[in-house]
């Protein structure tokens, strides 16, 4: 017993003295990690269960994990000033979901989850259109080699790309929407207004296809759907962490071990080995997104200077 508390003080002491970006980092490889699960376990459920229903039970076990939270910052969590944008947010958030999740139900999850760091290239596009950032031609260099990597992970043909890699795509583009509308909002929104008027929002949106299209689940295939929304809070909650902790350019290339984990899921359970060019994509992709993050510390080294 004592030698146990000894070594729980040990790892406390260990993790007080890490630096902050260390402690980042590892929270997001945790985030990471979670998030990789969920899409495996959506992927399981899914082959017999429609999405929306998924998803729809997903929102209400968040609701619930959420709600003395939400409870507690009632009615303050509904103030807003911008409804209209919490609508747009909560749209392409639903697009987002049902396209990627439809995506990852019938596709090998290396190659999705590859596809899906797309989302990267379009929030620079936005951010360079709709919040007037200045982007250099290093780092367009970078989104451009980014880019190419996602193509050899879709292998385009003269007949177009796979039905299902589009609803990829798709999710990859109405995410990037989602971020770019959230800093927009960050502004004059509080977080848990944003938070309460997503999860509300998309719970309704799932409601009524999921009803019409409802499969009566198995207790397993109820209790993997449960397991969903806690992953998905321990994710959130977890990326949060991550960001407060470290700076955004040193944790944020820890978001791609999620293509580790997504490979090491597929091989181990659904019999899954990522092709050649799934692999090479998400190396040009890695390499393009790293290239971009070391641009935008060098940026922020020399504004502080």
Known sequence: MASDQRERSTVFQIWHRAPENVKGCIWLVLASLFFAVMTAAIKDVGQRIPVWEILFIRQLCVIAILGPQLYRSFPAGFKTERLHLHGLRVGFSLLAMTTGFTAVIYMPLAQVTAISFARTLFITLLAV?????????????????????????????????????????????????????????????????????????????????????????????????????????????????????????????????????????????????????????????????????????????????
Do not use: C
Request: glycine share 6%; net charge neutral.
């Open 129 to 305: 259109l709709i919040l007037k950032e200045v982007v250099d031609l290093k780092r367009w260099g970078a989104t451009v080699f980014g880019f190419l990597g996602v193509l050899i992970v879709l292998q385009p043909s003269l007949d177009g790309i796979d039905f299902y890699a589009g609803l990829a795509m798709a999710s990859a583009m109405s995410l990037a929407v989602v971020m770019v509308l959230t800093r927009i909002m960050a502004k004059t929104e509080s977080p848990m207004a944003i938070m309460t008027y997503q999860s509300f929002g998309l719970t309704i949106a799932f409601a009524i296809p999921a009803i019409l299209m409802w499969q009566t689940p198995t207790a397993w295939e109820l209790l993997t759907m449960v397991v969903t929304g806690v992953l998905m809070t321990l994710a959130q909650y977890s990326n949060i962490k991550a960001y407060k902790h470290g700076e955004a350019s040193a944790v944020q290339p820890m978001e791609y071990t999620r293509l580790v984990f997504a490979g090491l899921i597929g091989v181990m359970f659904f019999q899954e080995v990522p092709s050649l060019w799934t692999v090479a994509g998400s190396i040009v992709i890695f390499v393009g997104a790293i290239y971009s993050v070391r641009e935008m510390r060098r940026d922020a080294r020399m504004a502080q200077e």
